[in-house]
């Protein structure tokens, strides 16, 4: 299952660090924020407000095969070319499931869908193409396609 998104869009900030960012440059809270818009209108749960990562930001939601998470951060380009935002979904696991490898296993197709769902009604989204993780981890990323 492709569980792997990355995308391109100029509508999300890529440039101005803020003082709450753990890291310098560590962008898509913004990105993270719309997207638990687009689920909450939609009629599915959320969190809140995303959390972040030393490199990205998250946030869990709620399809009917249970609870998901959301993890979105920003790629720059190379050589002044466009970078991306590079998102997947994982399981949400208590902190056993987590260590024993959980987060990887059981992604429902409709956590996927719904994720795809949502960027897609971002008309500034462009270029949006799902992987296999195990590709994307091998730096396939020519094998995406545009749907999961």
């Known amino acids: ?26 962008f898509g809270d913004d990105v993270a924020k719309r997207l638990i818009i687009k ?6 749960s959320t969190d809140s407000e ?4 030393d490199f990205g930001w998250f946030f869990n939601f709620e ?8 993890i979105i951060g920003y790629r720059p380009g190379e050589d002044d ?8 979904i994982e399981r949400k696991k208590g902190f056993v499931g987590s260590l ?6 059981g992604i429902s197709a ?3 869908e719904v994720i795809h769902s949502a960027l897609m009604k971002n008309p500034e989204v462009r270029a949006v193409k799902w992987h296999l993780k195990e590709d994307f981890d091998k730096g396939n990323e020519d094998q995406g396609t545009s749907t999961p």
């Not at 399809?63 to 959301?70: A, D, I, K, L, M």
């Open 39 to 44: 689920l909450h209108d939609a009629g599915f």
């Open 1 to 26: 299952m492709r569980t792997i998104v990355t995308f391109q869009s100029t509508a999300f900030n890529t440039s101005e660090s803020k003082d709450y960012f753990i890291n310098p440059n560590c």
């Open 63 to 70: 399809v009917p095969e249970g609870g998901h998470c959301f």
């Open 81 to 88: 070319a466009e970078g991306d935002w590079v998102g997947w």
């Open 100 to 105: 024993l490898g959980g987060r990887n296993r």
């Open 50 to 53: 995303p959390g972040q990562e």
């Open 110 to 112: 409709s956590a996927t």
